[in-house]
């Protein structure tokens, strides 16, 4: 099984960009899906989750700018950023909870990281 994520690049302050992330093979369930970010020199952080059920949390410095969705046909998480700000400038990590065709437990799974860079 495997993440990958897609659509990262330079976007203007004030622009908006969306990023998503694939899980494949052999997936039984997936349950939290979620974007982290990691800046030059900063710690990883969370931005936003998602459950199989739908709902939603935001880091507050992203709240009312990003949207985080998930289309449980296409085990694909999707990042919606407007507004974006030169501070939002990082690596975004995709991380997803998945148990495994003929397994019985979760495991926490990273994508290899897409970098977004918000500048003028």
């Known amino acids: 099984v495997q993440l990958q994520a897609f659509g990262g690049g330079l976007v203007q302050p004030g622009g908006s960009l969306m990023i998503s992330c694939a899980a494949s093979?052999?997936?039984?369930?997936?349950?939290?899906m979620g974007w982290y970010r990691q800046a030059p020199g900063k710690r990883r952080e969370l931005v936003a989750v998602i459950t199989s059920g739908g709902r939603r949390n935001y880091a507050e410095s992203v709240k009312g700018r990003f949207t985080i969705s998930r289309d449980n046909a296409k085990n694909t998480v999707y990042l919606q950023m407007s507004n974006l700000k030169p501070e939002d400038t990082a690596v975004y990590y995709c991380n997803s909870a998945i148990v495994e065709l003929g397994k019985s437990y979760e495991y926490s799974l990273w994508g290899q990281g897409t970098e977004v860079t918000v500048s003028s």
């Open positions: 093979g052999s997936i039984f369930s997936i349950n939290d």
